[in-house]
């Protein structure tokens, strides 16, 4: 009788323990692979600026005697560099982020400072473009957590927006606060008139280096980074972001943050008063 319960009890043990083995290599094995993609993906985006800079510095080289050709593709190389600097800036901010590990110490966050600054990044593009940037809902809001992610986050928002906005358009940032389960949220909300995006790739657009069409992005210059920094800093904020869209027609991207709320004297007093 004393083996058989000895055998009874080490059988499930032993199948336990085989499992919680299995279990761990999967996720190392995920992780791992996920990092050597990245990896793959960001010397791939890498080598393409990089590559071009070279060809037209020897472009530039060979049509020594031609200004004006000079002149050409000397505006391409500060295209690409422009490119490239983005890019390496972009994966500096991920690789920062990745964890998703909740912030440590959040202060509070001026959302209108980190608005105006998300909007001045994108003015140039903006008037180019002939799209007007417009601000709006509550002021003097504050967020919980890390300005420089904050600002990163509503800059990448602004400029995806000012990117695939029609010509003579109209952005609209908007934020307004909203009550969670437990604390208030905030809410930003950056829409645009532009091309819109499928249904179907809704959830992929988060994705790193995930375009809807690879072949616009050249032109727009865009890295397919931004968003997975925006879903990144919604994490570590324990946030979110929500997009909602009608391909021809606009997207919303609404970003929720965990507000800082002080004590609002003249709130409690109404509420002591009813
Ligand atoms: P990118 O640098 O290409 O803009 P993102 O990660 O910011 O990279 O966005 C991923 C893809 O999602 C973009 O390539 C584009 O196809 C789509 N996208 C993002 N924002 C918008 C928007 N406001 N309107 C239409 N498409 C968008």
Do not use: C
């Amino acid at each position: 009788a004393p083996a058989r319960h000895v055998t009874a009890r080490v059988a499930p043990l032993g199948s336990r323990l085989i499992l919680v083995l299995v279990e761990d290599r999967t996720k190392e094995r995920r992780v791992e692979a996920v990092r050597r993609d990245f990896v793959a993906n960001v010397s791939h985006e890498l080598k393409t600026p990089v590559g071009a800079i070279r060809l037209l510095a020897e472009a530039a080289d060979e049509a020594a005697e031609d200004p004006e050709a000079v002149r050409r593709f000397a505006g391409r190389m500060l295209t690409e560099s422009d490119r490239l600097s983005r890019l390496v800036q972009q994966v500096i901010e991920l690789s920062r982020l990745q964890g998703d590990e909740p912030l440590e110490s959040p202060l509070p966050v001026s959302l209108d400072d980190a608005i105006a600054v998300a909007v001045d990044t994108s003015a140039i593009d903006a008037s180019a473009k002939g799209v007007t940037v417009v601000t709006g809902g509550v002021g003097g809001l504050k967020v919980l957590g890390n300005e420089e992610q904050v600002t990163a986050a509503v800059a990448n928002l602004v400029a995806n927006a000012v990117s695939y906005s029609e010509r003579d358009s109209t952005v609209l940032v908007t934020t307004k606060a909203v009550e969670g389960a437990t604390d208030g949220n905030v809410e930003i909300s950056v829409v645009d008139q532009g091309i819109g995006i499928p249904t179907d790739e809704m959830d992929r657009i988060f994705e790193r280096f995930y375009r809807v069409d690879p072949a616009r992005h050249r032109s727009t210059g865009g890295t397919g980074l931004g968003l997975s920094i925006v879903k990144h800093v919604a994490a570590t904020h324990g946030g979110d972001v929500r997009v909602w869209s009608v391909e021809g027609q606009g997207s919303t991207f609404t970003l929720t943050l965990p507000q800082h709320s002080p004590d609002h004297p003249a709130l409690s007093t109404t509420t002591q008063e009813e």
